[in-house]
């Protein structure tokens, strides 16, 4: 495999200057389009989420003509809305020593130096008029008695910067969202398109200007074209199949971009969520997350011994049966400072590793306790009630048994997607004109994304980024010097049409949710929360195996031409399919742990002085700083050939990197 | 459990639909119920058959868009529940479940279980916003709003937008949507500005859409998965006789 650390190939664009005045330097020297030109422009926004849905607002409302699509009946139900626990943001309301750095330090140390250090300073002070333009929306967000804005720590930090909306805070994020959307479209400076999905991108000239889409009520094919067009359509953790990703989330947007040129940036980053309900049998279409605020109060536990554990599994014993010196408190024995609030990756691969170990609580034998029993006594049920009613109640609902009685049994699930199509710093793919925000870029979060930031990397990019850095492209641009009857559109939804034709042409014996069922068991145990150089191995010789299959003996019943739900999940899926090889590849060749990406081979051990001086623990993910601290950029290069590497070299230039430990 | 569906089929927005029977069989009770539609569906496909359409998504409740009627009463009689949230566990072995979409005139069949909601949407594009621009917000803690009235307001801005209110109602009112959002808006200093314009619009909008009016059976509350309250629309009737008078004292 070539792979290539070039600098002319992927400039990132970065400003000079110290790194907490680059973004205000960007902002001083940024080209501009004057106001009387902006609506000349016209740009397409794919997906409606907290990226999608902030910029097309944004955008309309400084004057550009906006085109935006979502595959949902109404831009209101993107994904973003399933978020709970909150969004941080460095005011410092508490007086508890917060500051942009810190909060700039926080996000790069949690993604364990693998993100661009320029980028993640940038998201940390865009934080602070996040919370801002949210309040002035009406978003209601928690609050103290006297009216100001109540905070609470989150996801491991140790200062309370989580703004936070009961366990809704997505939910009422995207409507702020949303209602700023629907404005502007009442206004006329949006056009919106729900029901409709981006089938594949179009290129004029080595520019990205436009992209063909599917009606999915009536299934017509048609070309958009604009000036420029930006992706903000999501993660890609449906790859799993189970993952707590909704139902319709996929990854078409961004492969359908690769396959035409743009890079993929470090794809095998793969978020594994802690605290998620178990998977309790086949049938089963999709994981619920609870929020991790429940760590705050929650302690995690197994048996100690694994006859316990066995007993517990067959019904014999109840967790209350187990007495206290029986138990093992493995987040709290393993990681004192942090205990239950350890990271996401930590405390994923800690409950593996209990019940890789024989000491899981499900029935299925992949399960760990969180129990809210001291809590409750410390508390009272009021105060717990309080605190997490609505996540009690919804454990309630899918499981059946009361959290308030018994522990609540958690597994790991495929949560968030760090990697994404890479940009620049002005998000900005190679291809000149393709703009990528939120969850579907790469840079902010590293190896690792922490809590509460998800929502504000969407946001941060929709709101404040994107409307400042798209002017510098598009001011090298004529307006208007694309239109759809240009050649280049005839061609691609020619090439869509044959590939829905062949989908349809098939008419075998399987289902389309059957081919998926068998990827993601195939990545979820190769390439999940830990992965080998054989399994990775293995994955990429079976993987044209079940493409394969999928082309010969998929069955979608009914006709193109209207409503086809098996159709849809069809292309997602051949997609996904595709996909999964360039995840494996970068899993393959990125040959360290860090953050999310756990190789079994790269782990700290007694011989390691960090283990000895008792800074980490033995198991402890291990990182090569010397060799894998850059950006892996996939170039696609065609069916049935290896995709070529690229690397982006990572310059930490404020935070030198350091052995990352929650002891 | 073995189950019999009777399932609303309607193969596109104007053919006629007709109810057709399906059998459920071997049905894991801790399946969500639209977990037992994708089996019953996998055995349609594997024959052939065109699989039953309907909207979902997050499947956690929280999207708002799975939107089944179940036995007559949308999104099940089960309280507090969206279809996505009702678990089998809760039937029987040998039930007959009767599945319709939600119907309103506001809510156009599209295929199946699948209706056009896309008049809450323009409802919430008349008015339902606060016109703020992005950049040109004042310092979040420079708007204090009391806990009670924070927490009252959430009370309202928890809809999901998914219509069973209006599937519900024998008027196919969207009051209860509509006073949501307004008592959302219309209590917070924010809102404050734009409190009259916003109801006069979204009301205006709602009768233009077709919704109907609301005449106090309350059946919306009863099935609003998020528990709103009808107190929001003797609220959303106070600003708009207030909203209406101001309008008229102007002209």
Redesign the interface.
Known sequence: MDSNTSASILDAAIPEGPLAEKWSRYKSHAKLINPANKRKYSIIVVGSGLAGG?AA??LS?LGYQVKCFCF??????A?S??AQGGINSA?N?QNDGDSVWRLFYDTLKGGDFRSREANTYRLAEVSL?I????????V??????????ANRSFGGAQVSRTFY??G?T???LL?GC???L??E??KGGVK?Y?RTEMLDLVMVNGHAKGIVVRNL?TGEISSHAADAVILATGGYGNVFFLSTN???CNVTAALRAYKKGAFFANPCYTQIHPTCIPV??D????L??MSESLRNDGRVWVPKSREDAAKIRRGELKATDIPEDSRDYYLERKYPSFGNLAPRDISSRSAKEACDDGRGVAKTGLGVFLDFSDAIRRLGKDKIAERYGNLF??YE??S?ENPYEVPMKIYPAVHYTMGGLWVDYNLMSNLPGLHVLGEANFSDHGANRLGASALMQGLADG??VI?ATISNYLASQKPGSVNTAMSEFRQVEQEVKERIDTLMTV?G???V??FHRDLGMLMWHNCGMSRTDAGLREALQKLPGIREAFWKDV?I??RAD??N??LEKAWRVADFLDFAEVMCHDALTREESCGAHFREEHQFTEEDDVVRNGYTNPGEAKRHDDLFCHVSAWEYKGPGVDPVLHKEPLVFDEVPPSVRSYK | MNLTLKVWRQ???QATGHIETYAAEDI?E???F??ML??V??G???I????I?F???????????CSLTIDGIPHSKET??TTC?L?M?KFSDGDTIWIEPFRARAFPV??DL?V???A??RV???G??????????????A?????ET?DA??DA??C??CGACVAACRNASAMLFTGAKVY??NN?P??QEEKDQRVLAMVRQMDAEGFGDCSNHFECEAVCPKGISVDVISKLNRDYAVAVAREGLAD
């Not at chain 1, 949902?72 to 139900?77: A, G, I, M, N, Y």
């Not at chain 1, 919370?131 to 009406?138: F, L």
């Not at chain 2, 052939?48 to 699989?51: F, H, K, L, S, T």
């Not at chain 2, 708007?143 to 806990?147: E, M, N």
């Open positions: 902030s607002a944004t409302e949902q009946d109404s831009p209101r139900r994904h809305i399933a005011k309301y008029q919370i801002d333009q949210c309040v002035a929306q009406g209601p967000f928690a609050r103290e008695y006297g009216g100001g804005l909306a009961r809704q997505g939910q009422q409507l949303y209602q700023a629907e404005k479209i009442s919106m729900p009520i909704a139902m319709g309790s049998g049938y089963q279409s999709k619920t997350l109640q919804m609902k899918i059946g709101y404040f409307p008419q014996k399987r289902s949710d059957s069955r019943p009914g209207g409503m739900m098996e | 193969s596109g927005p894991p801790e399946a969500s639209l977990e994708d089996i569906n996998v349609l496909i594997e052939g058959a065109e699989p359409h909207d979902h998504d997050c499947r956690e409740g929280i999207c708002g868009a507090g529940v949230q678990h566990r599209i295929k699948m056009d909601r896309s809450l949407d919430i594009a008349a339902g916003f606060v016109d703020v621009r992005t950049g040109s917000a004042p310092e979040a803690n708007i204090p709003v009391g806990k924070a307001v959430f801005a928890t999901i937008g959302h808006l917070l924010q809102g």
